[in-house]
């Protein structure tokens, strides 16, 4: 079982970044993915999710309108897009399966919003 994201970089404020996460070793259609983030000194967070069946999504208050998550199944792939970034979005982004017991973590990839 192999959850790698990628797409994290340093960027503006007010600037767009996707993050995807590719899976593989397990039946991705069946796992509801989410992101979740953890910043230097925080606990981790989540930030997004979407469910299997039904792709229905989920979002923190702070990301409502900026982020938004979706899912390739054929490509066995979650995404998120991150429009007008801020600052406090600074953190380690990482990608998450789950289906009943079973939970899958990614490694991370780091997000920098600074000028």
Not at 1 to 26: K, N
Not at 31 to 40: L, V
Not at 91 to 112: D, H, I, L, P, S
């Amino acid at each position: 079982v192999r959850l790698v994201e990628s797409g994290g970089t340093l960027v503006q404020p007010g600037g767009s970044l996707r993050l995807s996460c590719a899976a593989s070793g397990f039946l991705f259609s069946s796992y509801d993915m989410s992101w979740y983030r953890q910043a230097p000194g925080k606990g981790r967070e989540l930030v997004a999710s979407i469910t299997s069946v039904g792709g229905s999504t989920n979002y923190r208050d702070s990301v409502k309108g900026r982020f938004t998550i979706s899912r390739d199944n054929a490509k066995n792939t979650v995404y998120l897009q991150m429009n007008s970034l801020k600052p406090e979005d600074t953190a380690v982004y990482y990608c998450k399966a789950r289906m009943f017991r079973n939970e899958y973590w990614g490694q991370g990839t780091q997000v920098t919003v600074s000028s």
